[in-house]
């Protein structure tokens, strides 16, 4: 990745909680000490850096002897955890004395750490943590459904190796990322209360996005009726639960 | 034909010719009156000759020798060279406030293919420029500075004001995403107060002109985002002031209280990072200089996204 003296800056990837938090596998593309390490999304993509926005609905310190702040940071499908210490001071102090609940974005770095029981966790270690508002957080929705539907489009591409990555390495069916997204903005235009107009509803479907303020699991509701609907069969799902 | 004229004409050509080339003034001058006022040459056919005599009895090659008509008219976006003498026609686009009394004037000229700074000298005693209005610039050498292109006038500059119109090219471009970055330098910054010298001092001191005082500047190196592409932005002191919502002399108040200059740039973080931006502005290497910004509230159209998402 570096070119000479000034390496590219990473790109911040645009992923649902729900793709991100099964993002466990974890690769570098040289064996330079300092090649950046790369999350790999499910939908095939590289991640070094993601941009979350989301409701911070809880933080807490688990640290035993240092401070070691945790933030649950709420989106329409899922919920991403990330951790701030001693080398992440901005991030930390901003937990510490934040009142939630209140929107924020986050620019980090994605984690993965195993569990005592062998399951693989992801969480974000913040580079920037900021308060924003609700347009920022609706915006962040369509923009994150725009670019995972980008990925998913390009998924069967025989030139894309990190889609053959993620086949590889996951036994996800990307389809279920397709319902993530269409959740998560059936929730945004049901907010702007423009009806949905679309056939799609006609089954008397009604999408249950409800979240609770601990965002620990989400009912996904499929659309029985959507046309060209391959994944049908996929139905309900839990987000990977990343209580432990 | 004036006394006068031939003085400047030497004066051109002195200035013009090359140092390896021994030519007083007077001699230039007085060759210059011999040709006119004797053998009722032309002044730009004697000028010729003139030039011609003194380099026929040195080894300069002509080309290294500007005059009028010798130089080519070139677009802006030709200017990738510096120390050539070249001629342009051009619209003042913009006029900034010179920062030192050694520059008479500074801006930016731009014609069909895009725009380019200028500077004019104090001692070159030329005309004042009027912004919107278009010239034929004559002999203007064109000098670089960490990638950028510029020109000077200069005292042998010709400036002709031309009854017509540019349009301006747009060189800009825009970039939409959300603030990711601000990069260290960014906030609270001093600056070089040498003329024409706008370097960032590193712990008071400037890389070209060592220790100074410095003036104070606001500035954001930032990085945009949208998860497709990544650019990296410049806002200057306006831009700043806009999108962080402070001004310099708050800015320096702050610093001020809290003994320390990074107070500024932690409060800018805080107000701008993280939202969405549409930035636009022209491209100096690898940086987007924020000329216009607005901060993005709109979505993409979950509607049509719906759409995408139920069709794969």
Redesign the interface.
Known sequence: MSQGQAP???????AFAGEFNDAGYTFRESDDDRAPVYALLPTGAKAN?V?V?GTLTETDDVGSDDEYWQGRIVGPTGTFFTYAGQYQP?AAAMLREVDPPVF????GKPRTYETDDGDTNVSLRP??L???DA??R??????????T??R??RFEDDTNEYAAMAREEYDTDPDQY?QT??QA??E??DD?E?A?T?Q?QAGGVTPSTAEDASGSTTEVST?ED????SGGDIGDFDTTDLDS | MSNSDIQQEAQDIHDQLPESVDASLDDIEERLTTLVDDYRVPLDEARRSVVSTYLSDSDVDRDEVSSEDGNQQVDLDEITEAEQWVDITAKVADLWEPRSDSIAQVGLLGDETGTIKFTKWAKSDLETLTEGQVYRLGNVVTDEYQGQYSVKLNRTTTIEALDRDIEVGDDTTDAEGALVDIQSGSGLIKRCPEADCTRVLQNGRCSEHGEGEGEFDLRIKGVIDNGDTVQEVIFDKEATEQVADITLSQAQEMAMDALDTSVVADEIREVTLGHYYRVQGPELGRYLLVNEFEQLAEMYDPEQLLITARSI
Do not use: C, G, Y
């Open positions: 590219m800056r990473e790109l911040a990837q645009r850096r941009f926005v901005e924020v974005a986050l620019v580079e920037h900021t308060v924003v347009d920022t609706n915006r962040w929705v369509t923009e994150t459904a725009k670019r539907l980008e998913l489009e397709r997204v269409i903005l059936e945004l235009t702007a423009t949905p679309s799609d659309d959507s046309p060209s609907q």
